[in-house]
């Protein structure tokens, strides 16, 4: 029996471990720089227009995609923009 509490044990310590381990993993990426599809996540957001419905219909979204291909290039993302 004792043997028992012993594997239980130290099983609850290795789960807790593990836990902590994953927790704050230091990214690959240098502090400066920003994630491409961050980028391009931030840039949609900013391109992004609301058009009111009209009739009981909900609003529609839209995305200017000249404002979209501008801060792409404001961040200084080259190749082409993502498939939508």
């Known amino acids: 029996m004792r043997f028992v509490r012993w594997?239980?044990?130290i099983?609850?310590?290795?789960v807790i471990?593990?836990?902590c381990a994953t927790s704050d993993a230091p990214s690959a990426q240098p502090a400066g720089a920003e994630a491409p599809d961050?980028?391009?996540l931030?840039?949609?957001d900013e391109?992004?227009?609301m058009t009111p419905g009209f009739g009981g219909r909900p609003p529609q979204m839209s995305i200017d995609q000249d404002r979209y291909q501008r801060c792409l290039?404001?961040?200084r993302q080259?190749?082409?923009a993502p498939a939508r």
């Open 47 to 49: 391109a992004r227009r």
């Open 11 to 14: 099983a609850g310590l290795l």
């Open 78 to 80: 080259t190749g082409p």
């Open 73 to 75: 290039s404001e961040r």
């Open 7 to 9: 594997l239980f044990a």
């Open 42 to 44: 931030d840039c949609l």
């Open 38 to 40: 961050r980028t391009t």
């Open 17 to 19: 471990g593990a836990g």
